[in-house]
């Protein structure tokens, strides 16, 4: 079967050109020269592929995907950290640099000392799908929520602010549900939950809505094969409709000593045809979804923030069937976006044309072709 893929118009980008890395988990010592659009790094398990991705999601975010302390991701037999990138755009290079030194933190974009790795994010974007995401999206729903807040976050700073007042809330309301149980202390907090909780499900709908838009272009360009939607469902309707469940949750709340009505019981789940996909559909179904919120991030993302995006994708063959890879791969080739893809199997290349090919052993990347 073959895709149209020429109706969709994607951001091109600036790339990141040069990649050093020193003491990053397994990787002692490599540096390497990316390609401006697919890059493929080919190697066995445990070689040091998904800490290479996660070393470039720590230099455009100051963070990794996976904890914020910086000692977690250095080498275990190492004092120092140290991650450098050279990107290249059509005006300037901008080359960012982040130290971690005895201990001590230091970031740095074309030499001078910056105070928040926050910063960083003004070089670029990047989008990862990992196996991380794909066992969030999968399993229950509080994970899957709080993956989709993430990539809302990634480019509305409001909305990241809001969900981080709304947190420190519910934890002052479980603390008085356990304690006092004061009815006046509760309704004070509870008009905070209110308020922020309908700011959130609002936010989280409108992108819901233009995530939809993106995913139904995407899903047109397989011959409405893959013909996925994603539902929302809120306790947030109203202030009055949140104060009448507040009030008849209020027993029951005090007994559990714990929060149960606001924008943190919010669900999503996936449709396709129809179709409950969490509880009737394939896992290739799922995965094949799993993608699409992807791309559709780099789309929506990339336009928001106006900024060039970055896709890193972990071991993408071992998500996908032939089929569904081939259509994954061409709408990757279309994006024009750079990327980085991992692999275990040698026959990814067969797929691409024109791109950089690289191995990687015991913590060592060197350029194949």
């Given at each position: 079967?073959?895709?149209?893929?020429?109706?969709?118009?994607?951001?091109?980008?600036?790339?990141?050109?040069?990649?050093?890395?020193?003491?990053?988990?397994?990787?002692?010592?490599?540096?390497?020269?990316?390609n401006n659009e697919?890059?493929?790094?080919?190697?066995?398990?445990?070689?040091?592929?998904?800490?290479?991705?996660?070393?470039i999601y720590f230099l455009i975010n100051g963070k990794s995907d996976k904890t914020n302390d910086w000692n977690e991701i250095k080498n275990i037999n190492q004092s120092n950290l140290y991650v450098e990138g050279t990107?290249?755009?059509?005006n300037e290079?901008?080359?960012?640099?982040?130290?971690?030194?005895?201990?001590?933190?230091?970031?740095q974009i074309n030499s001078k000392k910056i105070k928040k790795a926050e910063e960083l994010k003004k070089l670029g974007n990047v989008v990862l799908f990992n196996k991380n995401f794909i066992d969030s999206i999968e399993g229950a729903n509080k994970p899957r929520r709080e993956s989709f807040d993430k990539i809302i976050s990634n480019y509305n700073q409001k909305f990241k602010e809001q969900l981080r007042e709304l947190k420190e809330c519910l934890s002052r309301k479980s603390h008085i549900l356990r304690t006092s149980k004061d009815d006046k202390l509760?309704?004070?907090?509870?008009?905070?939950?209110?308020?922020?909780?309908?700011?959130?499900?609002?936010?989280?709908?409108?992108?819901?809505?233009?995530?939809?838009?993106?995913?139904?272009?995407?899903?047109?360009?397989?011959?409405?094969?893959?013909?996925?939607?994603?539902?929302?469902?809120?306790?947030?309707?109203?202030?009055?409709?949140?104060?009448?469940?507040?009030?008849?949750?209020?027993?029951?709340?005090?007994?559990?000593?714990?929060?149960?009505?606001?924008?943190?019981?919010?669900?999503?789940?996936?449709?396709?045809?129809?179709?409950?996909?969490?509880?009737?559909?394939?896992?290739?179904?799922?995965?094949?979804?799993?993608?699409?919120?992807?791309?559709?991030e780099i789309v929506i993302s990339s336009k928001i923030l106006n900024k060039d995006t970055i896709f890193l994708i972990d071991e993408i063959m071992s998500y996908l069937d032939k089929?569904?890879?081939?259509?994954?791969?061409?709408?990757?080739?279309?994006?024009?976006?750079?990327?980085?893809v991992t692999s275990n199997d040698k026959s990814i290349v067969q797929n691409f044309t024109n791109c950089s090919i690289f191995g990687i052993k015991n913590g060592v990347c060197k350029k194949i072709s």
């Open positions: 079967m073959g895709y149209n893929t020429s109706s969709l118009k994607l951001v091109t980008n600036m790339p990141l050109n040069n990649l050093k890395i020193i003491n990053f988990r397994n990787i002692l010592s490599t540096e390497l020269a990316l697919i890059n493929i790094i080919l190697g066995s398990n445990g070689q040091g592929k998904t800490s290479l991705l996660e070393s990107f290249n755009g059509s290079i901008n080359k960012c640099s982040i130290f971690l030194e005895n201990g001590k933190k230091k970031v509760i309704k004070f907090i509870d008009e905070k939950i209110i308020q922020l909780s309908l700011l959130i499900s609002k936010k989280r709908a409108n992108w819901l809505k233009n995530h939809i838009k993106v995913i139904n272009k995407l899903s047109a360009t397989s011959s409405g094969e893959y013909k996925y939607s994603l539902k929302y469902e809120t306790n947030c309707n109203s202030k009055d409709v949140m104060i009448n469940k507040l009030n008849l949750a209020k027993n029951k709340e005090k007994l559990l000593c714990k929060p149960l009505i606001g924008a943190h019981k919010d669900t999503f789940t996936f449709v396709n045809n129809g179709k409950d996909l969490l509880k009737l559909g394939s896992e290739g179904e799922k995965k094949t979804l799993g993608v699409l919120i992807k791309i559709a089929k569904r890879l081939k259509f994954f791969l061409q709408l990757l080739k279309r994006s024009k976006v750079q990327s980085i």
